[in-house]
């Protein structure tokens, strides 16, 4: 099996981790851990690979050591960290873009057109918004239609991390914070449609009396992802979709268990297609 050694434990990094390594479909290889010029996250883990300052490359074993970043200035300064501790040019590769991320956007762009020439009526949703980087597509795609943002904008709530402690230890410590609400309307092309509902999924969902036609599900967290199934499949347009993202992470997330438990309580199953992105589930009504 590849023995990986990543450099850059950001999103670059993390995305590495999900689409190259542990997604079921995509992935392959064993990461043998993440390097970072940060202190802040030395010592941390990401989606339970540990964290180590750039000197550990010296004693890791190693196939390939992937830097993961999408600044050309950084990138040529960690090539060359990189050899200054020993490792040979020949296995430095990198990690820039996010392909994943771009299907993802490529489904709602498409989504978009064929709800209009199909008149697939509704709002669109995304529970679990970050910093919004997925949202402003959303936003983008549907100039005309509310678009309803689900988040603490906190982070993971306790009561989620009480009950997964083992995935929320997983995600990168102290990333789900480093948002707020201007942050991602700063983002909205179209930001009169936005409704923020800021607070715990499922509490949030109390009052919204809509009917949707897209929605993004990306919580990482088994109970909200049930919670919110549970609330937008009996509110879901003939011809409407749910993206539930993270489908493929098994090792990490337990997004599958989900629809799954969703389908075994309810006695309905749901159509599903598989999004070429190596993480996402498309579920069509
Ligand atoms: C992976 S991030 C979302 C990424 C985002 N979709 C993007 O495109 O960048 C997960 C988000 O889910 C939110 N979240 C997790 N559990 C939640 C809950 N029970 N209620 C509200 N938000 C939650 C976190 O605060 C975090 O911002």
Redesign the pocket.
């Known amino acids: 099996m590849e023995k990986v050694l990543l450099f850059g434990a950001g999103l670059r990094g993390r995305d590495y981790l999900y689409t190259k390594i542990q997604s079921a479909v995509g992935g392959g290889g064993y990461c043998v851990g993440i390097l970072d010029n940060s202190p802040e996250k030395q010592g941390s883990e990401v989606h339970g690979v540990p964290v180590y300052p750039p000197e550990k490359a010296r004693e890791l074993e190693f196939d390939k050591a992937v830097i993961c970043v999408n600044e050309q200035s950084r990138r040529e300064s960690m090539f060359e960290q990189l050899k200054s501790l020993g490792v040979p040019e020949e296995k430095i590769q990198y990690h820039k873009q996010s392909d994943a991320d771009d299907k993802r956007y490529g489904l709602v762009q498409r989504f978009s057109r064929l709800a209009r020439e199909q008149n697939i009526s509704g709002a669109a949703a995304?529970?679990?918004?970050?910093?919004?980087?997925?949202?402003k597509e959303i936003n983008k795609a549907f100039p005309d239609r509310k678009l309803y943002l689900?988040?603490?904008?906190?982070?993971?709530?306790e009561r989620?991390i009480a009950r997964e402690p083992s995935v929320s230890k997983c995600i990168e410590a102290g990333l789900?914070n480093q948002?707020s609400i201007e942050t991602v309307m700063g983002k909205m092309k179209h930001p009169e449609n936005v409704i923020i509902k800021k607070?715990?999924?499922p509490e949030?969902f109390a009052g919204v009396d809509e009917v949707f036609a897209f929605v993004?599900l990306?919580?990482?967290?088994y109970?909200?992802t049930l919670a919110a199934l549970e609330f937008f499949a009996p509110r879901m347009s003939p011809g409407g979709v749910i993206c539930m993202?993270d489908w493929y992470n098994e090792i990490v997330f337990h997004i599958k268990d989900a629809l799954y438990d969703f389908e075994r309580r309810s006695g309905r199953r749901l159509n599903k297609i598989p999004l070429c992105d190596e993480l996402s589930m498309v579920l069509v009504f």
């Not at 995304?126 to 949202?135: D, I, K, L, M, S």
């Not at 990306?218 to 967290?221: E, I, K, R, S």
């Open positions: 995304e529970c679990g918004v970050f910093r919004g980087a997925f949202a689900f988040d603490t904008f906190t982070g993971f709530d989620d789900s948002t607070g715990y999924v949030t993004s990306d919580m990482d967290l109970a909200p993202h």
